[in-house]
């Protein structure tokens, strides 16, 4: 009998990864019906929605969602983490320029959501991507955040006014698919796997 690979490509119900070759996932039912794929880092997640993780017995006492934030956001990464701190302090905000501010901002609310597992899981796999930061112009002032690596690059939309201010906008798989406007890499990803601006204060 002969064994081949399987081509199915699997993603993390709640980061919404794909999950690399040989990556330990684990299933998880949100409904007690049927299941799904959480990866690794986002068991805490799962757990926290109330979700049963497969051979737990199918009856849990679902804690609600912290107050202020829906189920559904907390699901697709619009929710504060609780460790998020501010990527700049209040003495060094005083001293940048609105166009900083903004940066730092963008920075800040993607640091508060469940997609910064996403970018510190692929790190662990790939080391260190490269970070931008780019305001769009226009009346709605969204920012792009891009997060590249040679085989793999992830786009986000930050729209601080927005009901979900944080969603994934693009991936793909080749560093040279991006636009010039989004490798001006201006930022970085600390150890916390945090987004850190650029800035430089006068």
């Known amino acids: 009998m002969r064994v081949t690979k399987s081509n199915v490509a699997r993603t993390c119900a709640i980061c919404e990864r794909s999950l690399l070759m040989g990556e330990h996932m684990f299933r998880f039912s949100p409904d007690g019906h049927e299941y799904v794929d ?10 926290g ?14 804690s609600p969602p912290p107050r202020g934030r829906s189920l559904l956001s907390s699901l697709l990464g619009g929710s504060r983490e609780e460790d998020a701190q501010p990527v700049v302090s209040e003495p060094v905000l005083r ?9 730092v901002e963008a920075a800040d609310l993607f640091n508060g959501t469940q997609f910064r597992r996403t970018i510190e899981s692929v790190a662990r796999a790939l080391g260190p991507p490269k970070v931008s930061i780019v305001p769009l ?29 944080v969603r994934l906008a ?33």
């Open 170 to 202: 693009e991936r793909g798989h080749d560093i040279a698919e991006l636009e010039a406007s989004a490798t001006g890499w201006n930022a970085r990803v600390d150890d916390d796997g945090r987004v850190v601006p650029a800035v430089d204060p006068v």
């Open 95 to 103: 001293r940048l320029s609105n166009d900083e501010l903004a940066l």
């Open 137 to 165: 112009s226009g009346v709605n002032a969204e920012v792009v955040l891009t997060f590249a690596w040679d085989i793999t690059w992830y786009q986000y939309r930050v729209a601080p006014e927005s009901g979900q201010p």
């Open 49 to 62: 929605q109330g979700w049963v993780r497969e051979g737990s017995s199918l009856s849990p006492s679902v």
């Open 38 to 47: 959480v990866c690794d880092l986002c068991q805490d997640a799962a757990l």
